[in-house]
């Protein structure tokens, strides 16, 4: 079956779902599952520290986060102290 929409995400009435709707059913959904309050951008900055602390490279996890600039990506090796251990032995 081919969809002719252009959206990822659509409602019921088959309606881009809004930047607000996405941002309640994140929320709900971290309350039912009792981590508190979550929002989008948490997904994408905890995306972005799996991707660093598993050894993948920073030019590529710019692309995929889509930074223009590297300074952002290298926020997340800051705490990825985990991919340095072991580097003088």
């Not at 809004?18 to 009792?34: D, H, L």
């Not at 997904?43 to 520290?49: I, N």
Request: hydrophobic share 30%; with cysteine.
């Amino acid at each position: 079956m081919k969809d002719s929409l252009p959206w990822l995400f659509i409602n019921e009435r088959n309606q881009p779902l809004t930047r607000q709707s996405v941002n309640y059913i994140i929320k709900s959904a971290g309350k039912r599952v009792g981590v508190g309050s979550v929002n989008p951008h948490m997904l994408r900055h905890s995306c972005g520290y799996y991707l660093t602390n598993n050894g993948y490279d920073l030019r590529l996890i710019q692309d995929y986060l889509g930074h223009r600039d590297p300074k952002h990506t290298v926020h997340y090796t800051r705490i990825a102290g985990k991919r340095f251990e072991g580097i003088w032995s």
